[in-house]
Nanobody, 122 residues
Framework: QVLLVESGGGLVQAGGSLRLSCAAS????????MGWFRQAPGKEREFVSA????????YYADSVKGRFTISRDDAKNTVYLQMNILKPEDTAVYYCAASLAGGWAPENYDYWGQGTQVTVSS
């Protein structure tokens, strides 16, 4: 059974930082892209960042480029999203997902975590 378990969300003031973790289990993810998405109330789920597990290539939405960093730890089978200079508009539920195809479209992703809430106060 594939499991993606997110952690690290919380409440932070604008300008602060959080690090999200996504622990992956249940299969080998070496051929997968691991993505982070977010969904704010009343809005569609949107792409935030992704990393191709095998190559380490990374991708970012323009809205987070320069502030967020995605990384992976092979030994722990865990993907991280370091979020700096957080803004109130970053408030959302953040989801980890895995995809063979990769890309920015949620429908490309085969497995999803349960999500973790990030709230940025002004």
């Amino acid at each position: 059974q594939v499991l993606l378990v997110e952690s690290g969300g919380g409440l932070v003031q604008a300008g602060g930082s959080l690090r999200l973790s996504c622990a992956a289990s249940g299969r080998t993810f070496s051929n997968y892209a691991m993505g982070w998405f977010r969904q704010a109330p009343g809005k569609e789920r949107e792409f935030v960042s992704a990393i191709r597990w095998s190559t380490g290539n990374t991708y970012y939405a323009d809205s987070v480029k320069g502030r967020f960093t995605i990384s992976r730890d092979d030994a722990k089978n865990t993907v991280y999203l370091q979020m700096n200079i957080l803004k109130p508009e970053d408030t959302a539920v953040y989801y980890c997902a895995a995809s063979l195809a990769g890309g920015w479209a949620p429908e490309n992703y085969d497995y999803w975590g349960q999500g973790t809430q990030v709230t940025v106060s002004s």
